[in-house]
């Protein structure tokens, strides 16, 4: 890392994400309208598309605190938290794997 350079954190797993690892997630999707950013890791950034809808992240979910607070996120954070920071790996099945999903009602 160069002079004056910050690793970054990832807010969701609170792992240093690796230059490879980066994504940015718009807080409100930019299909809503979204314009504002934090950095992720990608696995964390696909885990949150593969659990929500964008209409539900415009609504409910805009914020890392809220998204943290469901219990499929917690339940990826948890297992994702042991994993190496360059870890990558596909996102999980949300129904299968980590409760939740796509399609449950609000």
Not at 4 to 27: N, Y
Not at 35 to 52: E, G
Not at 58 to 85: G, N, R
Request: with cysteine.
């Amino acid at each position: 890392m160069g002079r004056g350079a910050r690793a970054s954190v990832c807010p969701m797993c609170e792992r240093v994400i690796s230059d490879d690892q980066k994504d940015a997630h718009h807080l409100v999707p930019k299909s809503k309208g979204g314009k504002k950013t934090v950095c992720l890791h990608r696995i964390c950034h696909d885990q949150i598309h593969a659990i929500f809808t964008d209409s539900q992240l415009a609504k409910k979910f805009s914020t890392i605190e809220a998204i943290l607070e469901d219990p499929a996120v917690q339940k990826f954070v948890a297992w994702v938290k042991s994993k190496h920071p360059s870890f990558s790996d596909s996102a999980k099945e949300p129904r299968q794997a980590f409760g939740s999903g796509r399609g449950r009602k609000q």
